[in-house]
Nanobody
Framework: QVQLVESGGGLVQTGDSLSLSCTASGRAFSSSIMGWFRQAPGKEREFVAAISWGDYRILYADSVKGRFTISRDNAKNTVLLQMNSLKPEDTAVYYC????????????????????WGQGTQVTVSS
């Protein structure tokens, strides 16, 4: 099973950029769908972005489309989330997640389908 560690969170101002990194251990990373989710205080966890393996299909939540970019580097077992034009409503704990997929190109946005999670990293955007 993949083990995940996130880094890169912090406190920024509205309009700033921040890059989150998730490093995975284990050979299963290269055949895993990788996703980012977030959970704000008092709210349910929500999907942010995901990238498949194989053809690197990408999906974004509407709330981050055009501002966030997800990418992966299988050689480094790393998935990145570049966040630009940050807004106060982006404030949340961000989690990296992995879902093993037998078929390349599959991509899922449902958190319960991911079987490995990082510990989370706090992102705070001040107004």
């Amino acid at each position: 099973q993949v083990q995940l560690v996130e880094s890169g969170g912090g406190l920024v101002q509205t309009g700033d950029s921040l890059s989150l990194s998730c490093t995975a251990s284990g050979r299963a990373f290269s055949s895993s769908i990788m996703g980012w989710f977030r959970q704000a205080p008092g709210k349910e966890r929500e999907f942010v972005a995901a990238i498949s393996w194989g053809d690197y299909r990408i999906l974004y939540a509407d709330s981050v489309k055009g501002r966030f970019t997800i990418s992966r580097d299988n050689a480094k077992n790393t998935v990145l989330l570049q966040m630009n034009s940050l807004k106060p409503e982006d404030t949340a704990v961000y989690y990296c997640a992995a879902a093993h997929a037998a078929i390349p190109g599959l991509i899922v946005t449902t958190g319960s389908l991911y079987n490995a999670w990082g510990q989370g990293t706090q992102v705070t955007v001040s107004s």
